[in-house]
């Protein structure tokens, strides 16, 4: 990959030309050999270099043709016989290559993702530390300053300081909540549920608290979806992508759309998958933010608004029940999250599996 | 007059503690560790014990334990910082299987502490 060239075809059928004339031409086993061992090499360039399987025929029709106008004395039934073993040779090194490089790219994914579950849990573990060594001091700090508030005239301005120094202990116990909440990955008691009437009761909770510009569907009229979660998990995790979006959405006219579909596989899963989805026309997030959108802390509201562990929370939920979490996203056309968990085998909707919709 | 025994390692938290119930009219007791409770308890008998659950010499659940295996009739009071936490044997919900009368999550506010107190109590 890292030699090629403007015109990777070019070459290689310039060089299986050169091999195939070899074949053709010589009565000796050892060139012919020589010859199909070129011929294998360049099957697995052509793997190398991302050419699709059908070149291979191709570069063989173009060098027979190239042979044919070159030697038109060439008897074509001793000719016949010759070339098929290069064309063989080349197909089977192009298969054995393929595989490999199928085979080493699935290993990387799940390094990749394995990875981050362990950076994950890393973090988790150390958040919960500090979390809970956070709250004992904050004790003490609301604690006392509770103490002084006894000791100060009420109008004073020592008493508007405490007031101030309360009010950001409360934040700060606020934000460790958070914190402690990102450190649990692990379900507690996820049993089979149906998440149809969980999304129905989370989206009437939501439009009570929404910005009235801003509507919430529910897209279609899902069948029963089941997996295996808590009841609150899936409100939270609804809740949390929702809140998200109107935030996205701002002071623009608003639609949030949340679906539920049963996929029968997807890529990274070849079992039948629920999957979750909630798609807003925000403000979309850009390129070289989306890789950083579920690391904790990273937030782009206000300070005050958001702790930034919302995401990181929702992607400890949804890898502790076993699922995905997706994201698409167009700058100045809207953002959707897809939720994969497991279904639960034989309760899904019967053939409605599709391909989502943009 | 009523007395609270306060267990917590943690020296600042334990003298704001004693500092606020003093405050509000409770004789206080206080043990800087699980082991120490148990010995005090030896002597005395409060009317209401505040624990921490996480404490590295003799840890609040194991006070806890103690306590009900000997059918102590004193109510306790769970508190720690951690709500939930990753290691499920040091929380305040496996306090409460364990049937302390009231759970309290650090941070709290003096007007929780108080209701708490007045519930247990009761």
């Known amino acids: 990959m890292a030699e090629s060239t403007t015109n990777p075809m070019g070459e290689i059928t310039a060089s299986y030309t050169r091999l ?12 012919t050999e020589q010859a199909l061992i070129e011929a294998a090499a360049l099957g697995q360039e052509m793997v190398n270099r991302e050419l699709p399987l059908e070149e291979v025929s191709e570069v063989h029709h173009a060098a027979l043709v190239a042979l044919a106008k070159a030697h038109p004395e060439l008897p074509l039934a001793i000719v016949a016989d010759r070339v098929t073993a290069p064309l063989m040779e080349a ?87 958070g914190l402690l909440e990102f450190a649990r990955t692990m379900p507690e008691t996820p049993e089979p549920m149906d998440v149809v009437p969980a999304v129905r009761e989370t989206i009437e909770l939501l439009r009570a608290t929404l910005p009235a510009h801003i509507r919430l569907e529910l897209e279609g009229n899902p069948g029963p979806a089941w997996v295996m979660a808590e009841h609150n998990q899936i409100q939270q995790i609804i809740m949390n992508l929702c809140i998200n979006a109107a935030d996205a959405i701002q002071a623009r006219e608003g639609l949030i ?89 034989g309760a899904g909707t019967p053939d409605t599996a599709q391909a989502p919709s943009p | 007059m009523t007395t609270i025994l306060i267990v917590d390692d943690d020296d600042t938290f334990r003298t704001m503690l004693q500092e606020m119930l003093s405050r509000e009219g409770f004789h206080i007791l206080t043990a800087g560790s699980g082991g120490q409770a148990l010995k005090l308890l030896n002597t005395q008998t409060p009317d209401l014990i505040i624990t921490d659950i996480l404490m590295p010499d003799g840890d609040g659940i194991e006070l806890i334990t103690t ?43 003096r007007e929780t502490l108080r209701r708490v107190i007045e519930d247990a109590l009761r």
């Open chain 1, 257 to 345: 759309r949340v679906g539920i579909d049963a996929l029968t596989s997807t890529p990274e899963c070849a079992t039948p998958m629920i999957r979750l989805t909630v798609t807003d026309n925000g403000e979309g997030i850009p390129s070289e933010l989306q890789a950083r959108i579920f690391d904790p802390f990273f937030t782009t509201k206000p300070p005050g608004k958001g702790t930034g562990l919302g995401l990181s929370v929702i992607h400890g939920l949804v890898t502790g029940l076993g699922g995905h979490i997706g994201l698409e996203s167009t700058p100045g056309v809207g953002t959707r999250f897809s939720i994969d968990l497991p279904a639960l085998g």
């Open chain 1, 91 to 177: 197909y089977m090194a192009y298969s054995l290559a393929f595989r490999e490089q199928v085979e080493q790219r699935t290993h990387a994914i799940l390094t990749a993702r394995l990875d981050q579950l362990r950076r994950l849990e890393a973090i988790g573990t150390l958040a919960a530390g500090v979390a809970h060594e956070f709250n004992n001091i904050l004790g003490s700090i609301i604690g006392f300053s509770e103490l002084l508030t006894d000791e100060i005239p009420a109008d004073s301005s020592g008493a508007r300081y405490l007031h101030h120094i309360l009010q950001s202990s409360f934040r700060a116990r606020d934000l460790t909540a």
């Open chain 2, 67 to 109: 306590l009900k295996q000997k059918n102590s009739p004193i109510p306790i009071i769970a508190m720690s910082g951690g709500r939930r936490s990753i290691s499920l044997e040091f929380n305040l919900e496996s306090a409460e299987l364990m049937g302390v009368k009231a759970t309290l999550a650090k941070p709290f506010s």
């Open chain 1, 20 to 31: 195939l004339l070899q074949v053709a031409l010589s009565d000796d086993p050892l060139t």
